[in-house]
């Protein structure tokens, strides 16, 4: 395969200032959700973006056109296991957003939205890191299957298998919500 | 996803929706990356115009040039030998066969330059 040409630094830096602008929200958004409050958050995004920064060029190169946001999550993550190996202490899910959340529901709804909201944020921070961490990426990320799987340097159907758990699992801690009873609980397991 | 209780994936929604970062964190980020592309830059300039100014630093380059010349001369020679061969008896084909050899070696020259 024939290389690919090499890229002026001033290329370079226009690229990665695109990559930070789209994506900035997005490890934000992960960290938050990793170390619970906004002051390591912000610790963490720039120390993220920092590290990409100094292996863009070769990301680039090594990514052969496939979207890099995985590989950002995946730097957060590291920098996030190594924030909490040095402070020997683990994460917490911020519980004070169940208030912003569910502002904007009715006075009825508030008292038991608050609460369910309440329980599965309870329930999401009894999970296991990986499965924690798998479904912040789909849920407050948006990020498919696949974008998981790199980010957290696990197969596709590994990925798959581990959000299905993770889902079954937050089912039985927080209790199926009256809504869903029916047929989408029994669901079997995906093949790995 | 279809596996997911419609009502939990709501929640999860909810619970897990995305965070948008403090303004200033994005203004301080991109100073720091500003200052870093600049500060790389002109420490690669100062150290370059340093470099050449320490005698120390010009064995590599002139060692290079010693080398690549040796080895470009060699090459050229052995061409000529190579295709005058064949026609040894001609004295004319002997020296366009140096001739081409001489321009093999400055289009390499020029590659290696360019």
Same mark, same amino acid.
């Given at each position: 395969m024939a290389d690919q040409p090499q890229k002026s630094k001033a290329q370079l830096d226009a690229e990665f200032s695109e990559l930070y602008r789209a994506h900035l929200r997005d490890v934000y958004s992960y960290a938050y959700y990793r170390v619970g409050n906004h002051h390591d958050a912000e610790d963490l995004t720039e120390q993220t973006f920092l590290q990409a920064y100094r292996h863009f060029d070769r990301a680039q190169r090594e990514s052969?056109? *496939?979207? %890099?946001r995985p590989w950002l999550i995946r730097i957060a993550h590291n920098l996030a296991a190594n924030l909490y190996r040095d402070r020997s202490r683990k994460p917490s899910l911020p519980i004070d957003d169940t208030t912003e959340l569910a502002a904007a529901h009715t006075t009825e709804e508030l008292v038991e939205g608050r609460d369910e909201l309440g329980r599965v944020l309870d329930g999401v921070q009894q999970l296991p890191d990986d499965r924690r961490e798998a479904l912040i990426m789909r849920f407050? %990320?948006?990020?498919d299957n696949r974008e998981i799987a790199r980010a957290m340097g696990r197969s596709d159907g590994a990925t798959k298998v581990l959000i299905h758990r993770a889902i079954k699992q937050l089912e039985q801690l927080v209790g199926a919500p009256q809504a869903d @009873?029916?047929? @989408? @609980?029994?669901a079997g397991e995906p093949d790995e | 996803m279809s596996e997911m209780a419609p009502g939990l994936e709501g929640l999860l929604h909810k619970v897990l929706s995305p965070v948008e970062p403090p303004a200033d964190l994005g203004q301080r980020l991109e100073s720091t990356l500003m200052s870093l592309t600049e500060s790389a830059a002109e420490e690669l300039e100062a150290w370059e115009l340093s470099a050449m100014r320490?005698? *120390?630093?010009?064995v590599r380059p002139a060692a290079a040039v010693v080398v690549g010349s040796s080895a470009g001369v060699a090459l050229v020679l052995l061409r000529a030998r190579q295709r005058a061969r064949p026609a040894g008896r001609d004295p004319l084909g002997a020296r366009s066969a140096a001739e081409r050899a001489v321009g093999d070696m400055r289009d390499r020259t020029r590659r290696l330059l360019g």
């Open positions: 052969h056109g *496939r979207p %890099l407050a %990320l948006g990020m @009873t029916g047929e @989408t @609980t029994d | 320490d005698p *120390r630093n010009w």
